[in-house]
């Protein structure tokens, strides 16, 4: 047997298990792909800014605040705060914008979101108690 046979069976079958791995693990209803992916960045980002842990690990929902500024370019885009506040849990963190401040105290985050099929962005300031929402836009598609 070649050595090139041996890495494509041991592959093959190495993807194979994969697969079923990945195929058992995302029908399960404990939804134990994500808790076993919640240590990457973006989503220990949105955690921070929607939850709050205690001790125990118990998660609490953290109180999402907008200040006027946020509040008007609401009203104008004709979004609810609600629509902002779940669209914020699917969020995307873009770590390598300018406005994103993670050294900083409070940390600040520009973090992209969509609803109804439009992608808007939001800039949240995270306080241990409260998530405070200073600004949000439209991304101008170009």
Excluded at 58 to 77: G, H, M, Q
Excluded at 120 to 126: E, G, P
């Amino acid at each position: 047997m070649t050595k090139g046979r041996r890495f494509f069976i041991f592959f093959s079958s190495a993807g194979i298990m994969s697969a079923f791995l990945l195929f058992t693990l995302s029908v399960r209803k404990d939804k134990p792909l994500e808790k076993y992916l919640s240590w990457l960045p973006n989503s220990k980002v949105i955690s921070m800014l929607t939850e709050i842990r205690n001790a125990q690990n118990k998660t609490y929902p953290k109180r999402i605040e907008f200040v006027d500024s946020a509040l008007t370019a609401l009203n104008a885009l004709e979004l609810t705060e609600l629509e902002v506040k779940h669209a914020l849990r699917d969020g995307d963190v873009e770590f390598m914008h300018d406005l994103t401040k993670a050294r900083e105290k409070p940390k600040q985050y520009y973090v992209l979101i969509e609803i109804n099929d439009y992608e808007y962005y939001i800039v949240a300031l995270s306080y241990i108690g409260r998530t405070e929402i200073f600004q949000l836009g439209k991304i101008d598609e170009d």
